[in-house]
């Protein structure tokens, strides 16, 4: 049975191939990847390598995806593989139909026809009819070796010229057409692309999926991207990737620069972790691929006003993903530079000193958000602050979101010698006449005794325990947080009654839990702590579960060992799984942990609105 790629895309995607390998091979940290013995040859000294989508052995050569693994490692057959892989991952293995075979066969069959286009535009390039183009790209200052390595090519100017050079290859108009090397003109199909130099655009692993085509002159469009096919989304893709991917693996800046010769400039100056959108600003999924290979990338746009334009897209888009382990870099290149001009007007050490300047997105967000806001009125400061708001609220993570917070207000109201801020240093109010004259001193506030800690810790415990009370259903998802929770010892049963009805009772609803706390002789005591915490039960009546998971994860935030000890108790059950990786019990030990950490961390509940 032929598969859809695409959900071949997704399986792989989410299922973390180290920890499906680590399960048979015991692995350890090699910088950003894994390491072990080779589990197909034996070796003392390990040359086994796990990236972050693929496995290579450099002792004996074995290489390959997750599904290769399962099937070399266990003797399953592909479809088996596959299988065992998607119940894992929760995806539903699509079923058989004529329709998916066809459409996964014409995949396949766009993909020939776009590589024997490659083909011919190469062969065009390096010929008579090319010698223009070539010379072209030389006086743009590219070797020969890099114009073949990224396989650049010339379209011809005669209209149906490629129709006419793939018709002894069988390959009719009609499929140019769908691979978006023609369209259907008033006379018949004509070339999508002529008069261009030819750009092949590949996907991740090196697959051709569509092409760019650039003018020689300076007519418009200047660049035109092929359309949307089966194969090419320009929302997914970015120029060079798949020779990026290697280069950043071993050591290369991830550097996103605007365009395709800004890419090729930069890989032939020794900077080959470039890649570049395709015609569009920046997306999620372009996000989502680049983090994938750097936790931290380098946007470089150009230095004018538009790539400053595009730089604020990123960032503001950029935010809405962002988390303590990812964020982005900006490199600000000189006005009416891009990196292609800056490397020919200097070389690679002038892009080098600016790529040292490089700036994290937390140093440079204020002044990107600032630029074009009018400052000089009362008006455009409240409307640059509530910008200034919404970006550092945007932020998912809440943790992430309130150090933004406080940066862009301490930018926004930067603070003196002694600390105030210089919008605190003369305050006004207004007198009996309505005139504003400078406030009065303050009056000293006398010491207070310090707030008990552990009676507010204790007070949080027990409110906690009363949501529960009320919202049984949230105990499976917080059963293991609540554990770590301290409570007061009379109320300790309570909690010990909770984790043992969660492991027997059918239906998790109130009626059930308290004729099980009835049960044990604890049920008069949860009512009379419902009674108690009633003035600080913070949800209204008929809240959603939703409602009191939110509620009761900003309470477990507040407690004051949450986010520390589970990150020990998280590195503890790593650990326990690095040692013996086939423990499935302590994989899933270190998953669980790990979901705890990013619900303490971010506040979310896990559970769908009602």
């Not at 399953?76 to 329709?99: R, S």
């Not at 590589?115 to 010379?135: F, H, I, M, N």
């Not at 595009?310 to 490199?331: D, G, I, V, Y």
């Not at 503890?572 to 961390?601: F, G």
């Amino acid at each position: 049975m032929a598969l859809p790629a695409n959900f071949l895309d997704e399986l792989r995607a989410r299922t973390p191939i180290a920890a499906v390998i680590g399960r048979s091979v015991k692995l350890t940290r090699s910088s950003r990847d894994w390491k072990g013995c080779c589990p197909f040859h034996g070796e003392k000294t390990p040359s086994f390598y796990v990236y972050d989508d693929h496995y290579h052995c450099f002792g004996c050569g074995e290489h390959g995806d997750v599904i290769t693994f399962v099937m070399k490692s266990t003797g399953a057959a592909f479809m088996e593989a596959v299988e065992d892989l998607a119940a894992q991952a929760g995806l539903d293995v699509p079923k058989p139909t004529p329709q998916a075979a066809e459409a996964e066969a014409r995949r396949a069959g766009l993909a020939e026809v776009l590589e024997a286009a490659c083909k011919e535009y190469q062969l065009w390039l390096w010929g008579e009819v090319g010698r223009p183009a070539l010379d072209y790209l030389r006086g743009r200052g590219l070797a020969d070796d890099t114009i073949r390595r990224f396989q650049l090519g010339w379209s011809g100017e005669g209209r149906g010229a490629l129709a006419a050079a793939l018709r002894g290859q069988n390959i009719k108009p009609d499929q140019l057409i769908e691979a978006g090397l023609m369209k259907q003109g008033e006379r018949g199909p004509v070339d999508m692309f002529f008069s261009r130099v030819m750009f092949p655009i590949r996907d991740r692993r090196g697959g051709l999926i569509s092409f760019g085509g650039r003018i020689m002159g300076d007519g418009q469009p200047k660049y035109v991207n092929g359309p949307e096919t089966a194969l090419f989304s320009k929302r997914r893709s970015l120029y060079g990737l798949n020779l990026a991917r290697d280069a950043v693996r071993k050591g290369a800046a991830m550097i996103i620069a605007e365009g395709y010769m800004d890419v090729i400039a930069l890989s032939q100056a020794g900077f080959t972790g470039a890649v570049a959108p395709l015609g569009t600003a920046l997306t999620e999924e372009h996000l989502e691929e680049i983090w994938k290979l750097s936790p931290e990338p380098v946007i470089c746009f150009d230095g004018d006003g538009a790539g400053q334009r595009a730089a604020l897209k990123t960032a503001e888009l950029a935010l809405t993903q962002l988390s303590p382990e990812k964020s982005l870099k900006f490199l600000s290149l000189p006005p009416k530079d891009d990196p292609d001009s800056l490397i020919k007007r200097g070389g690679r050490q002038a892009f080098e000193a600016e790529l040292a300047k490089a700036r994290p997105l937390s140093a440079v967000l204020f002044d990107m958000l600032k630029l074009g806001q009018n400052l000089s009125t009362p008006e455009g400061r409240a409307q640059f602050w509530e910008r200034l708001a919404a970006a550092a609220n945007s932020i998912p993570n809440k943790v992430l979101s309130t150090e933004y917070y406080n940066l862009l207000k301490n930018q926004y109201n930067p603070k003196d010698k002694s600390g105030r801020a210089k919008s605190e240093r003369s305050q006004w109010i207004k007198n009996s006449q309505g005139r504003f004259v400078p406030a009065p001193p303050p009056v000293p506030i006398p010491p207070r005794t310090a707030p008990d800690v552990e009676a507010a810790q204790f007070r949080r415990a027990r409110l906690m325990l009363s949501v529960l009370l009320a919202f049984p259903t949230l105990l499976p998802d917080v059963d293991e947080a609540y554990s770590h929770v301290r409570l007061p010892v009379a109320d300790e049963p309570l909690r010990q009654a909770l984790h043992g009805f969660v492991s027997r009772a059918k239906t998790l609803d109130t009626s059930s839990l308290f004729t099980h706390l009835d049960s044990l002789g604890l049920g008069g005591q949860a009512r009379a702590l419902q009674e108690q915490t009633r003035a600080e039960f913070r949800l209204a009546p008929g809240a959603s579960p939703a409602e009191a998971a939110r509620n009761w994860w900003s309470l477990y935030e507040l407690m004051d060992f949450s986010i520390d000890m589970l990150r020990t108790q998280r590195d503890e059950a790593q650990a326990l799984w690095l040692a013996n990786p086939d423990d499935r019990a302590a994989c899933d030990r270190l998953m669980r942990y790990n979901e705890l950490l990013t619900r303490a961390r971010s506040g979310a509940t896990g559970l769908e609105e009602i």
